[in-house]
């Protein structure tokens, strides 16, 4: 197990990509794809069973990727290790309790990254257990394990990004919301913010500088779930 351990290194998506790898980025396809449409789907049904129904009705309460994938924001994130997928739309006054499931629509997303990743970390040190009781070798097999390995640490990726306290990311909410009663100073954080979010995404591209040193935190909960699981770290 210790060879995916060895490339972990190598998961330099939120860390900050020097070069584009084409091979790597086809690795990371799946998790990426996986963890945006669980993040969004997830947001459209908490926001559904808040009370509002905009999200049902755009057909965003459902696991197919297409619905939830914005192209350059796809783009962006396999060759420059940031994007986005398309936001899930609500009406504050349609919810039951608007200021307390904003929070809930805005935690379910990262929260259920994480979830994903715990789900796949059961999953590839189940796989990898049954595979050395028969002596199972595959290449084939070995490549999607190392895609597992991959979205594990994508969708932790995931959780952790989105908890950052900027507009607009989800943290954002959880962190603010309560000046929500103050519109005036809400509505300029989030048109004031959002754009300092970009020109810091835009400095950490063209300076390579990791703005956000969000990768420690990322590896201690891949590599602390995955031993958790019964990996031998």
């Given amino acids: 197990m210790q060879k995916y351990l060895k490339e972990s290194e190598k998961l330099s998506l939120f860390a900050g990509m020097e070069t584009f790898d084409l091979w790597r980025s086809l690795q990371f396809l799946p998790g990426i794809i996986i963890g945006l449409t669980v993040h969004e789907f997830c947001h459209a049904y908490v926001a559904r069973q808040c009370g509002d129904t905009t999200s049902e009705e755009q057909g965003r309460i459902t696991l ?26 609500f009406n504050e006054s349609r919810l039951k309790n608007p200021r307390v499931d904003v929070m809930k629509i805005a935690a379910a997303g990262p929260l259920s990254n994480a ?77 004031y913010g959002s754009f300092l979010f970009i020109g810091l995404i835009l400095v950490s591209f063209i300076t390579k500088t990791n703005i956000f040193p969000i990768w420690p935190v990322i590896r201690f909960l891949a590599e602390g779930f995955l031993s958790l699981a019964g990996m031998i770290i």
């Fill in 115 to 191: 979830a994903t990743a715990i789900i796949l970390s059961v999953i590839l040190v189940a796989s990898e257990e049954i595979m050395a009781i028969y002596q199972f070798q595959n290449n084939a097999v070995q490549v999607v394990m190392q895609t597992v390995f991959s979205a594990i640490y994508i969708n932790w990726g995931l959780f952790v990004f989105n908890l950052i306290p900027l507009p607009p990311l989800d943290g954002s909410h959880l962190a603010f919301n309560s000046l929500r009663k103050f519109p005036a100073l809400y509505g300029a954080l989030y048109k």
């Fill in 64 to 89: 197919n990727p297409l619905k939830h994938i914005d192209i350059v924001g796809f783009v962006f994130l396999i060759v420059a290790g940031f994007g986005w997928a398309k936001p899930v739309q």
